[in-house]
């Protein structure tokens, strides 16, 4: 499910939103990634600024609309493969776009990407939460673990 919309300004012009209400019907990476690539697309890679406004953009429209989106992250196609025991100072090194995209563009929330068991990013959408250091959790991105239901 999710609306497709065509931008012709990008190199990937077409996004879709997936978000679920329903807490069931919420995923893991690799099945996000998956659904991705079997609706012909791919897990978002941001590879700049305008990108990343653009999206925030989509989100707030979305929120606008009256659909009843609320707390709910969304995931996004980088994420680092290989040991879970990476040192904090390479391991920021080590995230990977899933569609190949080598974009040196993060976007990371303060204190992120906190590493460990944590590999696939998400970019938070929690309206409701209270700020933290960097912010209120909105559009800035954050490691998770992969089978965490987003």
Same mark, same amino acid.
């Not at 978002?44 to 999206?55: K, R, T, V």
């Not at 569609?99 to 303060?110: A, L, Q, V």
């Given at each position: 499910?999710?609306?497709?919309?065509?931008?012709?300004?990008?190199?990937? /012009?077409?996004?879709?939103?997936?978000?679920?209400?329903? &807490?069931?019907?919420?995923?893991?990476?690799?099945?996000?990634?998956?659904?991705?690539?079997?609706?012909?697309?791919?897990? &978002?890679?941001?590879?700049?600024?305008?990108?990343?406004?653009?999206?925030?953009?989509? &989100?707030?429209?979305?929120?606008?609309?009256?659909?009843?989106? /609320?707390?709910?992250?969304?995931?996004?196609?980088?994420?680092?493969?290989?040991?879970?025991?990476?040192?904090?100072?390479?391991?920021?090194? &080590?995230?990977?776009?899933?569609?190949?995209?080598?974009?040196?563009?993060?976007?990371?929330?303060?204190?992120?990407?906190?590493?460990?068991?944590?590999?696939?990013?998400?970019?938070?959408?929690?309206?409701?939460?209270?700020?933290?250091?960097?912010?209120?959790?909105?559009?800035?991105?954050?490691?998770?673990?992969?089978?965490?239901?987003?």
């Amino acid at each position: 499910s999710g609306q497709k919309v065509c931008y012709g300004a990008f190199k990937s /012009s077409c996004y879709k939103l997936a978000y679920f209400q329903d &807490l069931s019907r919420r995923v893991g990476f690799q099945e996000a990634r998956q659904a991705c690539e079997m609706d012909g697309g791919a897990l &978002l890679s941001l590879e700049s600024e305008a990108e990343q406004q653009l999206i925030e953009n989509m &989100l707030q429209n979305l929120t606008k609309s009256g659909s009843g989106i /609320s707390d709910g992250d969304f995931w996004i196609g980088l994420w680092r493969s290989g040991d879970g025991l990476a040192t904090s100072s390479v391991c920021p090194d &080590l995230y990977q776009w899933a569609d190949g995209s080598i974009s040196p563009f993060r976007n990371w929330y303060t204190d992120e990407p906190s590493c460990g068991s944590e590999a696939c990013v998400v970019m938070y959408h929690q309206p409701t939460a209270n700020p933290g250091l960097g912010g209120p959790y909105l559009y800035q991105w954050n490691d998770d673990r992969c089978n965490m239901k987003h």
